[in-house]
């Protein structure tokens, strides 16, 4: 199957800084690539849907000035969360459909914690 | 929106027993996946099965569209079999687009 790759794994930051996490497609090209945020013992919960040369589309409830989400290259999407705090600590992980059906894969995720 | 239910919410099995998993959905959907996500939150692709039967190892899924379910497999577990596994639906957002919605999964436990 493709192969997502998210970096970093885990990450630890401070209050008021600033993350980045990459989402790369290793094998083919995503036009279109998601970030989902899933709490402790909780489903996973879309927060946008990233497009390559244009705005994300971001779901109900989902800041879009704290959460960035740039979609510069068919192979890249990167969710910077600004001015973190500790409520956003949670596990984030992106995912993209294959081209040739609709088959979603995942990357790793990143666990962040903010201090 | 789409609604997704899976049942049971929680799973203890002995090595070697049997289990199926069940999936309930709300309306049509475009595509149904099984994941396995693993204690490192890794979410594994088990099957991608919008309607019909499809089997890999132990491991077995069928999905009757015209009624709303789909249906997962285990035989002979293994401790590794542990983890949640979650059901995602891909359905019309509304929004111009379609997405995944999950259900909030199934934990498996698999005892020696």
């Known amino acids: 199957g493709a192969v997502v790759s998210q970096h970093p794994s885990w990450v630890i930051c401070k209050s008021g800084t600033s993350v980045k996490i990459e989402c790369r497609s290793l094998?083919?090209?995503?036009?279109?690539m998601f970030w989902y945020r899933q709490f402790p013992k909780q489903s996973l919960m879309l927060m946008a849907t990233s497009n390559e040369g244009s705005k994300a589309t971001y779901e109900q409830g989902v800041e879009k000035d704290k959460f960035l989400i740039n979609h510069a290259s068919l192979t890249l999407s990167t969710l910077t969360v600004t001015s973190a705090h500790p409520e956003d600590s949670s596990f984030y992980i992106c995912?993209?459909?294959?081209?040739?059906?609709?088959?979603?894969?995942f990357g790793q995720g990143t666990r962040l914690t903010v201090v | 929106g789409i609604q997704v239910e899976q049942s049971p919410p929680d799973l203890i099995l002995q090595e070697g027993a049997n289990s199926t998993l069940r999936c309930n959905f709300s309306?049509?959907?475009?595509?149904l996946q099984w994941f396995h996500q693993n204690p490192w939150g890794q979410l594994i692709n088990l099957f991608y099965i919008p309607s019909g039967t499809k089997q890999n190892g132990r491991l077995s899924a069928t999905t009757v569209a015209t009624e709303r379910y789909s249906l997962l497999y285990i035989s002979s577990s293994q401790t590794t079999d542990s983890g949640v596994y979650f059901c995602?639906?891909?359905?019309?957002?509304?929004?111009?687009?379609?997405?995944?919605?999950f259900g909030k999964g199934t934990k498996l436990s698999v005892i020696p």
């Open positions: 995912s993209a459909p294959d081209g040739t059906e609709t088959e979603a894969f």
């Open positions: 094998d083919f090209q995503a036009t279109t």
């Open positions: 309306d049509s959907v475009n595509n």
């Open positions: 995602a639906v891909e359905a019309y957002s509304g929004a111009g687009s379609y997405q995944l919605t």
